[in-house]
């Protein structure tokens, strides 16, 4: 069989995985409608189904998601567009045609644009005019087979949101953006995925690979434009050891992993034997609605199932981290606040997810972080409110237990004076904050991802000096940084060894971990 051939394109997520190819077809023209098609009522009924489509979609989803179908929501209520379809129908325009013609026309301006964000959202359109172009003729927009490599010209959000992607599978792009709604998505849920392929030739069903580490495709045989090189990555993986997540480096220092999980379903696939446990669990992501927020017993046995899973291992909750950029639906006051700010605004739904937590601690090893942490103060007023919530627990004899309370270390200020947070049971470390505020720019810039690669030295600086002044305390890192094998060495070296990192990104932390020393440097023989 002919050697595998690696064809360059560019990281949009990490992570390694093969399977099936799935060839996309083509974003091609509308097909010719039924002739009955024709009036502004049609395109009305079509739309409003269309709508209640992507709301289905978002049910249940994370903010993220949900924020996404609620753009393209938003576009489908745009009375402008329906007038200029309308102008169109009034012309004599097919229904579908002018619907079609009126959306193309959006779809051009926004990849002429000259700012990647803006060319990134083409594809957001190209789904919406999809979607009722679909209802429209009576078509229906097929998923494709769960652990298949997705491969084509883009991929629209709503497609990612619909496909179910336990099984694995990735997405190999010939064109794409990193800044992209489908590239977000797929970094949130650890979907391997590269973009800027180019046009390359594979037959469907033929198993290919996608290493979002290196930035490559793999193919199984040559293809044009590609040259034969030795896959950095394996293309296939082997079960972890059932070590408990606790390694040792090349000299003998023990190192912990545990994972990041955003849904209790998510551990499902994973066997709780190799890991440390759960490193940090974004609360926000069950709690999408103030209906939620005010739901004792949804976040109890949220936190017991996550508990009963680690079976003694320790498991992180991180509070509610919204507001801002991650509003909660039904909430609209305090949209300037974020994070514990906001949990300290609105005491009301602290002390609900404080009762939760409370009770759930008895059912295992759980632990407590606040996010976006920035002074002493923050911690304080928070164990008051887990104070008040147990004194009112055991007035009612509930069982109850306060557990271990520390914070996401996140902000530049709280990093430089970790050694003022004395009631404070832990620190990890969130570096996609971090570098965001060192370099002064929101994640969703086209420009990020330059600036946060520069800002690498400056967050490495500020991570050692953080580690000396937490001192005894127990400290983590939980960031994208910490599930960058190439980072590895860099956060060792910093004095860090506790990793938190995507489910998908064990085997490559765990490999690169016991190739260094404790300092960080190569052993030797590597």
Known sequence: ???????????????????????????????????????????????????????????????????????????????????????????????????????????????????????????????????????????????FPAGSIYVGRDMEPSRFLAHDWSAGGGIALYAGSAVGHVALLARSRSIPMVIGAGQFTTEGGQHIGVDGDSGVVVLQAAQENATPAQVNHPVTSTPSPTDNGSLRTADGSQVLLSVNVNAPDEVDSILAATTAGIGLMRSEFTVTSLGDAANEEKQFAIYRRLLDWADGRAVTIRMLDIGGDKPLSGLTEASSLRGVRLLLARPEIASVQARALLRAAVFGNLRVMLPMVTFPSDVDNIRQIFREESTELARRGVPHRIPPIGMMVEVPAA????????????????????????????????????????????????????????????????????????????????????????????????????????????????
Request: glycine share 6%; hydrophobic share 45%; with cysteine.
């Open 1 to 143: 069989m002919a050697a595998p051939f690696r064809l360059k394109a560019t990281s949009a997520s990490p992570g390694v995985a093969t399977g099936p190819a799935y060839i996309a077809e083509p974003l091609a023209a509308a097909p010719s409608p039924p002739s009955s098609l024709s009036g502004h009522a049609e395109l009305g009924d079509a739309i409003k189904t269309a709508i209640r489509e992507l709301q289905n979609l978002a049910a249940g989803t994370d903010p993220q998601s949900s924020d996404i179908i609620e753009f393209q929501i938003e576009v489908l209520q745009d009375p402008t567009l329906t007038e200029m379809a309308g102008a169109r129908i009034d012309a004599g325009e097919n229904v579908a045609f002018a619907w079609v013609g009126t959306l193309q026309g959006y779809i051009r301006e926004l990849e002429c644009s000259e700012e990647d964000q803006m060319r990134a959202r083409a594809v957001d359109i190209v789904d919406i005019k999809n979607r009722v172009l679909a209802v429209l003729t009576g078509t229906q927009l097929d998923d």
């Open 415 to 526: 990093a430089l004076m970790l050694d003022r947070f004395e009631s404070a049971d832990f620190f990890s470390f969130g570096t996609n904050d971090l570098a965001q505020y060192l370099v002064a720019s929101a994640r969703e810039d086209a420009d990020f991802a330059v600036y946060q690669d520069r800002a690498v030295p400056a967050v490495l600086r500020l991570l050692s000096q953080a580690v000396k002044l937490a001192r005894a305390k127990p400290v983590s890192i939980c960031g994208d940084m910490a599930g960058d094998p190439s980072r590895t060495a860099d956060l060792l070296a910093a004095g860090i060894y506790h990793f938190s990192v995507a489910p998908t990104r064990l085997p490559a932390i765990r490999s690169a971990i016991v190739g260094l020393n404790a300092d960080g440097t190569k052993a030797a023989g590597e």
